[in-house]
C-alpha cells in the first residue's frame, strides 16, 4: 500500500516560514513527479508545486512564486516544500501528491496523502 505522510504543518505568525516534507513509501519514488496542491476553508484545491522526477525541472503556482521552494531527496523518498514570507491567505491544508507524468494538474496525480495544516496568523 503506498503511503505518503506530510509533515511540518503548523501555526505561524505572518512573515514567518515554515518546512513541510513528504515521505513516501514507493519503491519506484525516482519514477514520479511530486506536487504540492492545498485547499482552504470553502475554496477549490489550488496548485502549488511541482517537481519532475529527478528534480531538474520545478514549476510553481501563481501564489507560490518567489516565495515557497519545491525539492525532493531520492534517497530518502521525500519531497520537501519550503515556504517563506508567509502570509494568511496561505493558510489551508497541503497535500502532497505523486504522478507518473510532470504536471500542474490535480487530476494527473495518482497518490495523495492525507494533507497537513498551515494556519498563518496575522
Known amino acids: 500500500q503506498v503511503q505518503l505522510v506530510e509533515s511540518g504543518g503548523g501555526l505561524v505568525q505572518a512573515g514567518g516560514s515554515l518546512r513541510l516534507s513528504c515521505a513516501v513509501s514507493?519503491?519506484?519514488?525516482?519514477?514520479?513527479?511530486m506536487g504540492w496542491f492545498r485547499q482552504a476553508p470553502g475554496k477549490e484545491r489550488e496548485f502549488v508545486a511541482a517537481?519532475?522526477?529527478?528534480?531538474?525541472?520545478?514549476n510553481y503556482g501563481y501564489s507560490a512564486k518567489g516565495r515557497f521552494t519545491i525539492s525532493r531527496d531520492n534517497a530518502k523518498n521525500t519531497a520537501y516544500l519550503q515556504m517563506s514570507s508567509l502570509t494568511p491567505e496561505d493558510t489551508a491544508v497541503y497535500y502532497c501528491?505523486?504522478?507518473?507524468?510532470?504536471?500542474?494538474?490535480?487530476?494527473?496525480?495518482?497518490?495523495w496523502g492525507q494533507g497537513t495544516q498551515v494556519i498563518v496568523s496575522s
Open positions: 514507493l519503491r519506484t519514488f525516482s519514477s514520479y513527479a
Open positions: 517537481i519532475s522526477q529527478t528534480g531538474a525541472l520545478t
Open positions: 501528491a505523486a504522478s507518473r507524468t510532470f504536471s500542474l494538474l490535480g487530476t494527473s496525480y495518482v497518490y
